[in-house]
């Protein structure tokens, strides 16, 4: 029997939709493990796409591992599948709207075993015009939520005071409570201790819990500075902003009730339902239409945090 080598690294890209900037992204990560020397292998889920990608994947990357899913099963399980078919011993989860830098895997795959105790790492996040997004952040609470309801100012919602982490000197590896989902490489032996995804989070937060349990399993998380990437953003879930609205708050319903207390919960089903007055009573420089439509994402927001106080699961 032939004998199959093992990669370097495993990548996992989940993708909806997305040709134009997935392909982008595989011609990026391809390119540069070939300049860094780095053996990869690449597993796409696609998430029953109908914009043309999984011909376009077909046609142009041959070598890559493709499953073609006949149905939308989210984010988190699609990854798994993604993760249960790597070969790797680090498995790297990476977005398809995002594109890899030069040097950016390697530099990553350094930040990761500097250390035993190194547990995922993070990239540098780019917007499309080379200015810094932000990459890691504290878990959240009820500041974060608040600034989510009720984003007072810009300079408070990219602030340390909303769980945004400062990136230090540029240079250095520096811990977080967790990065981006965008980008996450992780050691197999970390999943094998803490388990893969929650697949109850069809999409948001499932990273936030991931980490949660990995840094409560002893292990760091780090965003490497120096390992930058393009980030996009947003470009699967745009294709449906209502809808999205409604499953972020279903996701961090779970994720609070599983963390937090019943208390806690209360207190944010108050902020929704506050928020959802007072964009009934117009929110300045919104139009009529724009105010009709968040009040009803918060109204149903306000109703999701509600069950969720009498759900434990």
């Known amino acids: 029997m032939e004998e199959i080598e093992t990669p370097d690294l495993s990548v996992v890209i989940v993708s909806w939709n997305t040709r134009e900037l997935l392909e982008r992204c595989l011609r990026s990560l391809i390119a540069d493990a070939n300049n860094s020397g780095i053996s990869i292998e690449t597993i796409v ?63 990553m795959l350094r930040a990761l075993h500097s250390m035993p105790h190194v547990g995922m790492v993070g990239a540098l996040l780019l917007n499309p015009d080379g200015s810094l997004q932000s990459s890691g952040y ?20 990219g602030s340390k005071i909303n769980g945004r982490v400062s990136p230090g000197n540029g240079m250095s590896p520096y811990a977080v409570d967790h ?5 996450m490489l992780v050691r197999r032996a970390v999943i094998e201790r803490v388990g893969m995804l929650d697949e109850q989070y069809f999409m948001y937060s499932e990273e ?15 965003i490497a500075p120096n390992a930058p990437i393009i980030h996009y953003g947003g470009q699967s879930t745009s294709q ?31 902020m929704a339902r ?10 300045p420089g919104l139009s009529e239409g724009a ?7 918060l109204c149903s927001a306000s109703r999701i945090y509600r069950e969720a106080r009498g759900d434990n699961a």
């Open 138 to 157: 504290r878990f959240p609470g009820l500041t974060q939520s608040f600034l989510d309801f009720f984003p007072l100012h810009p300079r408070l919602v």
């Open 291 to 297: 105010n009709v439509g968040r009040t009803e994402v």
């Open 45 to 107: 889920i696609d998430n029953a796409s109908t914009d043309g990608s999984i011909a376009a994947i077909e046609h142009s990357f041959p070598a890559i591992v493709l499953d073609a899913l006949k149905e939308n099963l989210g984010f988190a399980a699609a990854t798994n599948r993604g993760i249960r078919r790597a070969l790797g011993g680090d498995i790297l989860v990476l977005n398809p709207d995002t594109e890899v830098l030069p040097g950016a895997l390697s530099t």
């Open 240 to 270: 449906a902003s209502q809808a999205m609205s409604l499953q972020l708050h279903r996701s961090r319903a779970r994720y609070f009730r599983r963390y937090h207390s019943e208390a806690f919960l209360h207190s944010i089903e108050l």
């Open 274 to 283: 506050t928020a959802a007055w007072w964009s009934e009573v117009r929110v």
């Open 179 to 183: 990065p981006l989902g965008a980008c």
């Open 208 to 222: 936030i819990d991931w980490c949660r349990r990995i840094v409560a399993g002893g292990w760091t998380v780090l």
